[in-house]
């Protein structure tokens, strides 16, 4: 007898935690805890926080709730797979783990399982290449596209040659931190710069020897492509060497508020990648405030708003919301299952009069997706960091990355993928 | 004058000497609770972080559990609205570490009285486990900037003088050259604390055996809380220093991971030999980096400095300066 009440217990507990079947689910693979907590967090309140507003503003998508069930990954990609398979059970339509590791464990479950992964400005760059990766899309800019854009500013800053230039790229040493090795060993074949390549180990609370030798072969740049404690350690040691912080450019993931507050006014003008806009001069900002945070139902302590992390898990849910009511519009049904919403994701179109009927106006770059294209544009944006007023300044427009350059690397990686993973190409 | 690489090399030897004593702060603390309990605190690096977020948490004025005091309640708390001077916040951190110490001995220690070291070594991971969940809990895991006003930045004076004396100025971070000056310091009262106090010898009986020591009057809880209480300012004080250079994170916490092969080279039980290797870690770690990294493609210190314990090991298995236990049946 008390087997059975327990039982009905735990299923009675189940039917409230599990989400009615006509919601659309979109799991939110978080790490709120473990060493990169910091970045973690502003990325989730702010993924958590925008579908919150469109529940409470608009009464979800296309009169359809979206639920966000939460699962702590810690970044620890075993406990990434855990949380995905724990979730895709409830109608997951989308991930968005938020870790190239994680992103790398799911790519061929999620195609064997029929669910989108969505990957903005990080995971496997050639998943660009839509006749491979069918589940996958992360646009609207990936590593290979921020690596391009970084030396396309170089450029415009040294007349248009890099020649006879060192660039040294300081990376974490991970598949992620690996990633733009490629493509900049074939810019510099172009440019006719030299690259040095410095790893350091994660999580790089130590980097004295790494920045020894910069102090030692001064380079001329550095690119920087670092996660969590490395990037605040960097930041800090690059100042203490009094390397010049204008000529130095993190990847967006090492280009967030946290990554520069420590060092205080020693990173004044260093610069990182941006895949969007900053700050809170958007109007969504106001609705949020409206409808989420003044509500009592802010994300995680609610203290995250309008920093670049928080902005970015916003992004990231914006596009995925808007692949929702494409989905929706194509399907002819609101209640989309998750067949149809990677249809959604791929024919998706953000236009700029739609991102200003958002809120949130010039904010990204325009982009429309397509059968081959799953990787957008791929422009970034160049930020500044301003010490003395603790904010970014935008000190570029869009720039365009070499696609000359980084589409044929695409089709080699994503080749090689197809041949491994025995896959024939779609969209013929 | 000397060549480039000759000069290179010192830079990175002095390099490697600082952030062996870095290493060495958090040795320390582990040495103190092996030395003192035979316990392997596993929850050392923890302790660091706890203890470095509590020193902001005091410094800024901030509301410990705000965030869950707001949640359950619904109130909008965050701050007290003062701002402490480095130093009170320093003192009262102190004081809070040796109510933890108290703690630890009245909800965990107390029990295992007498039970073999891996026991006690499975309740310091449950213990690092619960820190760390605390320390999340009551300060919040975003990073905290750590200013007690510990100089940072290059060293000028050494540069200057390097560069007039060997036309090469050297590179020395001045928060290094402080935490050398404070490690000094803390082994020199630690050492004549364990040799000459009566404390001291209470904290080395009861480390050689439990039982031994109870029946000659030392009380057991008392030494546990004394060496818990040392460990955990010693901890502070590694977390002062870890935290000013990358600011106050959960990664602090790994700081740990960094202080294993410094224990295995120096010995579990010699203060001293925290430091020693310590030095022996900083400058091998460096002076391998510098030399072999660019051939093997760089990023070898973490590695390297377990496979220079492991080779130390093979002749030393109780560490350079260990004690050498002989156990008859």
């Known amino acids: 007898m008390k087997t059975t009440f327990a039982t009905l217990a735990v299923a009675a507990m189940i039917a409230v935690a599990a989400p009615a079947s006509a919601d659309l689910v979109?799991?939110?693979?978080?790490?709120?805890?473990?060493?990169?907590?910091?970045?973690?967090?502003?990325?989730?309140?702010?993924?958590?926080?925008?579908f919150t507003l469109?529940?409470?503003?608009?009464?979800?998508?296309?009169?359809?709730?979206?639920?966000?069930?939460?699962?702590?990954?810690?970044?620890?990609t075993e406990k990434g797979v855990e949380c995905y398979e724990a979730t895709k059970g409830q109608g997951a339509l989308v991930y968005n783990p938020l870790s190239t590791g994680i992103t790398y464990q799911l790519i061929p479950k999620v195609s064997a399982d029929g669910i989108s992964l969505y990957t903005p400005g990080y995971g496997r760059t050639s998943a660009a290449n839509g006749k491979v990766f069918e589940w996958v899309f992360n646009y609207p800019a990936n590593y290979w596209d921020g690596a391009s854009v970084a030396v396309k500013h170089l450029l415009d800053e040294n007349g248009g040659s890099l020649e006879g230039k060192t660039i040294a790229l300081v990376y974490h040493n991970s598949a992620y931190g690996k990633e733009p090795i490629r493509t900049l060993t074939e810019l510099s074949k172009k440019h006719g710069f030299k690259l040095t390549e410095i790893p350091v180990d994660s999580p790089g609370q130590e980097q004295k020897s790494q920045w020894l030798q910069i102090r030692r072969e001064k380079p001329d740049y550095v690119l920087f492509w670092g996660w969590g404690v490395m990037n605040q350690v960097a930041v800090q040691e690059a100042g203490n060497i009094r390397f010049p912080m204008e000529n130095m450019i993190g990847v967006w993931w090492s280009g967030s508020e946290n990554d520069v507050t420590a060092a205080g006014a020693g990173a004044n003008g260093y610069k990182s990648l941006a895949m969007h806009g900053t700050g809170m001069d958007y109007p969504v900002y106001a609705d949020l405030k409206q409808y989420v945070q003044d509500a009592g139902k802010a994300a995680g302590a609610g203290d995250q708003v309008g920093s670049v992390l928080y902005s970015r898990g916003m992004y990231a849910a914006m596009v995925i919301s808007e692949a929702i009511r494409k989905a929706q519009e194509l399907a002819g049904t609101s209640a989309v299952n998750a067949a149809q919403v990677r249809d959604g994701f791929e024919a998706l179109e953000i236009t700029e009069e739609r991102m200003a009927e958002l809120g949130l106006p010039n904010f990204g770059q325009p982009f429309a997706a397509s059968c081959e294209d799953h990787g957008g544009p791929g422009a970034g944006m160049i930020q500044q960091w301003d010490a003395s007023a603790g904010k970014w300044n935008l000190i570029t427009d869009f720039i365009a990355p070499d696609d000359e350059v980084l589409d044929a690397l695409v089709l080699e990686d994503s080749a090689a993928y197809a041949a491994e993973a025995g896959l024939t190409e779609r969209c013929n | 004058m000397l060549p480039d690489q000759i000069l290179f090399a010192l830079e990175v030897t002095l390099n490697g000497l600082m952030a062996g004593v870095m290493y060495a702060l958090v040795a320390l603390g582990f040495v103190l609770i092996f030395k003192a309990s035979g316990i392997f605190n596993y929850a050392q690096g923890v302790l660091a972080l706890f203890a470095a977020l509590t020193l902001v948490g005091f410094q800024n004025g901030q509301i410990p559990f705000a965030h869950l005091i707001n949640a359950t309640f619904g109130t909008n708390l965050h701050t007290f609205g003062w701002t402490l001077p480095g130093i009170v916040a320093i003192a009262l951190t102190a004081g809070v570490m040796v109510g933890l110490a108290w703690l630890i001995?009245?909800?965990?220690?107390?029990?295992?009285?007498?039970?073999?070291?891996?026991?006690?070594?499975?309740?310091?991971?449950?213990?690092?486990?619960?820190l760390e969940g605390l320390g999340d809990v009551m300060w919040g895991a975003d990073i905290k900037t750590l200013d007690v006003g510990l100089p940072q930045g290059i060293s000028e004076t050494v540069e200057s003088a390097t560069a007039a004396l060997l036309g090469y100025g050297f590179f020395i971070d001045n928060l290094d050259i402080v935490a050398t000056i404070v490690a000094v310091i803390l082994v020199a009262s630690l050492t004549i604390f364990s040799q000459y106090s009566k404390q001291g010898r209470a904290l080395r009986a009861v480390a050689d055996d439990h039982q031994a020591a109870l029946s000659v009057g030392i009380s057991l809880r008392f030494i546990w809380v004394l060496v818990w209480s040392i460990a955990g300012f010693v901890a502070l004080v590694a977390g002062i220093m870890w935290g000013t250079k990358s600011g106050v994170q959960f990664s602090l916490s790994l700081i740990a991971l960094k202080a294993l092969p410094v224990l295995m080279l120096g010995g579990f039980t010699s203060i001293p030999g925290a430091i020693v290797g310590g030095l022996i870690i900083g400058v091998g770690e460096k002076l391998f980096e510098f030399t072999i990294g660019p051939m093997i493609g760089g990023a070898t210190e973490n590695w390297f400095a377990y496979v220079l314990a492991l080779l130390f090991l093979v002749f030393r298995p109780q560490g350079l300066f260990g004690e050498k236990i002989i156990e008859r049946v």
């Open chain 1, 26 to 50: 979109v799991p939110n693979l978080s790490y709120r805890t473990g060493p990169f907590a910091a970045g973690g967090i502003p990325y989730a309140d702010g993924f958590t926080d925008y």
């Open chain 1, 54 to 76: 469109l529940n409470e503003r608009d009464g979800g998508i296309g009169g359809e709730k979206v639920v966000v069930p939460e699962c702590e990954t810690a970044y620890n």
């Open chain 2, 105 to 130: 001995e009245r909800l965990v220690l107390k029990h295992l009285v007498n039970q073999a070291p891996i026991i006690l070594f499975m309740a310091t991971i449950g213990l690092a486990y619960f």
